[in-house]
Nanobody, 121 residues
């Protein structure tokens, strides 16, 4: 059974950086891992999804230019490097697993519990 566990969140000043991790454990059979985020009172928004077989990342407009996804296949960890963080990046960041490469959260069948990122102004 797959499980996902995010880590790496915290409080950072505007312009700072954070690197989030998503550890996938158990029997890994999902073709895609993805990052989403959800701000207070907002819906869950896509950031990026990663094709595990091809090692390719796809970025939503919200993530282009400042965020970079990568995978350590040996450790089954998906990373999200976030640079030049802004107060509007404050949110809970979630990792998700699915078998369709999409920005639509409904296609992901497994979610982690999230890690909180707070960016101070």
């Amino acid at each position: 059974q797959e499980q996902l566990a995010e880590s790496g969140g915290g409080l950072v000043e505007t312009g700072g950086s954070l690197k989030l991790s998503c550890k996938a454990s158990g029997y890994i059979n999902s073709r895609y891992l993805a990052w989403f985020r959800q701000g207070p009172g907002e819906k869950r928004d896509p950031l990026t999804f990663f094709n595990m077989a091809r090692g390719e990342a796809y970025y939503h407009d919200a993530a282009k230019g400042r965020f970079t996804a990568s995978v350590d296949s040996a450790k089954n960890i998906l990373y999200l490097q976030m640079n030049n963080l802004k107060p509007e990046d404050t949110a809970t960041y979630y990792c998700a697993a699915g078998n369709t490469g999409t920005y639509n959260a409904e296609y992901y069948h497994l979610w982690g519990q999230g890690t909180q990122v707070d960016v101070s102004s």
